[in-house]
DNA sequence: TGACGTCAAGATCCG
DNA sequence: CGGATCTTGACGTCA
């Protein structure tokens, strides 16, 4: 099967929120405001916004997503009384319906604080209703058992033996609509990728492999990811659809684990020619979301249409401007032959750009360049307010946040299409 | 008892 | 009063 854009052996794909595609955030409540009014309407708002994050992932070529766990507020919890599954029915069954002609495969991911090996049942029989709910939310959009569940472990309560042994008693008794869904991933303290085959060959639960978990506790050493990758290969059905592994890089200025903000292009092209033919899906984990999905898709598909690179340079643009004058300046000569497809050159310079600083200069230029869309059709107030900020700005006096908001606002008001896109308001 | 991770909501302060 | 900035929430484990 071949789509416009992608590998059709190979997706690539992100998590939870679209960074910078407009109506997509989601919405919560604390305990205390939780009412079924305010729980229904909040629900009604994030399915609103999955729609749209469905339509943009569609649009992109983007064909994995993972499925934020606050999708409904407090979906585990006893606060939460409404039949939410039967109340939006059709909007469940919109959505996938979305996913299913888009070609997209979905997952959920409960956070660290589902716990299935606790020693106290409490905190088991939570996490049981937690992964039900999961499961719920994933029926409710039609989707087959290709949509897993990723777990962790959990906890090793100084006995992993006896840690191991409750988890496995534990899954035993779930629900088979769960089981069905539910695979496990190696984490970066307790349980590493060797712990999570043992436990995948002792159940037949699909084991994830992810890369950084995986060099934070190393399994063994001299063991590099294809190994494992392979290893983890056997544990998936085909019932269980296509491979998953998770894939992220180490932000340097920070502890071990944690994610970069986007992904390395370099980085991530010799991680994927290492596993390239394989069929394996790719789940991204990165602070910029979408925009490394679609990075390390343009870079990788054998669909080399220079269009598709030149709608995201048209979303970069402004940012680039404002931190590069010469990398924008480049850009703009690459995709000057539009017979080529120079996606990977074109994201080196998108982020060799978005690494430098911004200077007072830049930033006037920038705004100046985002201001011409407006300067003709723009009211006296609007032109005296916005002459002030770029007053400002060029004396240092202020950062950009006031003229890009007030930028954004006459985007806003004039229904500027490529402006209300572009990152120079995000990033 | 606080750190861990994560994102918005909520709270507070400012002009 | 709108907007900027700081704090809290919600979860379980472990030092």
């Known amino acids: 099967m071949k789509t416009e854009k992608g590998n059709p052996d190979i997706s690539i794909g992100y998590a939870c929120l679209a960074v910078g595609v407009p109506n997509t955030e ?49 979906g585990s919890s006893p606060v939460n009384q409404l039949d939410w599954d039967r109340m939006f029915e059709r909007r ?25 090996n606790s020693p106290d049942p409490g905190v088991v029989e939570r996490a049981v209703d937690d992964l039900r709910y999961h499961c719920r939310v994933l029926s409710a959009l039609g989707a087959d058992a290709s949509a897993k569940i990723i777990l962790h472990v959990g906890g090793i309560y100084n006995d992993k033996k ?48 992810d890369n950084l978990h995986n060099a934070v506790k190393p399994a063994d050493p001299a063991a590099d990811d294809l190994y494992w990758i392979k290893e983890c290969a056997a544990t998936w059905s085909a019932g269980d659809g296509a491979q998953k592994i998770h894939y992220s890089q180490q932000n340097p200025n920070k502890k071990p684990g944690s994610h970069t903000g986007t992904i390395a292009i370099d980085g991530f092209l ?8 394989r069929c394996v899906d790719i789940m991204l984990e990165v602070k910029d979301k979408n925009l490394s999905a679609v990075k390390c898709i343009l870079c990788t598909t054998p669909v080399r249409q220079i269009r598709n690179i030149e709608t995201e340079w048209g979303r970069y643009k402004y940012a680039v ?22 996606a990977v050159e074109f994201y080196r310079l998108v982020e060799e750009a978005l690494g430098s600083e911004i200077t007072a200069g830049n930033a006037v230029n920038a705004a100046q360049h985002v201001w011409g869309y407006f300067k003709d059709i723009a009211d006296a107030k609007e032109k005296q307010a916005i002459e002030k900020d770029l007053a400002l700005l060029a004396g240092s006096q202020s950062s950009s946040a006031a003229i890009k908001r007030k930028l954004w606002k006459l985007a806003v008001k004039y229904n500027s299409a490529y402006l209300l896109d572009s990152l120079y308001f995000i990033l």
């Open 92 to 116: 469940f069954q919109a959505i996938g319906g979305q996913i299913r002609t888009g070609g997209i495969r979905v997952s959920m991911h409960p956070g660290q604080y589902t716990v299935l």
């Open 321 to 342: 401007l404002e931190r590069s004058p010469s990398a924008y300046s480049r850009i703009r000569e690459l995709l000057k032959d539009k017979s080529g497809y120079p």
């Open 26 to 74: 989601q919405r919560s409540c604390i305990l205390k405001n939780a009412t079924g009014e305010k729980l229904a309407e909040i629900i009604g708002h994030n399915l609103d916004a999955l729609e749209k994050i469905m339509e943009y992932n569609s649009r992109n070529g983007i064909r994995l997503f993972r499925i934020s766990s606050d999708l409904i507020p407090f």
């Open 162 to 209: 006896t840690a191991v042994k409750r988890f496995t008693t534990n899954w035993r008794q779930l629900d088979d609509g769960i089981k069905r869904r539910l695979v496990i991933e190696n984490d970066d303290k307790c349980f590493n990728i060797a712990d999570i085959l043992e436990i995948s060959a002792a159940t037949g639960i699909p084991a994830i492999y």
């Open 270 to 277: 010799d991680f994927y020619r290492r596993i390239d033919g």
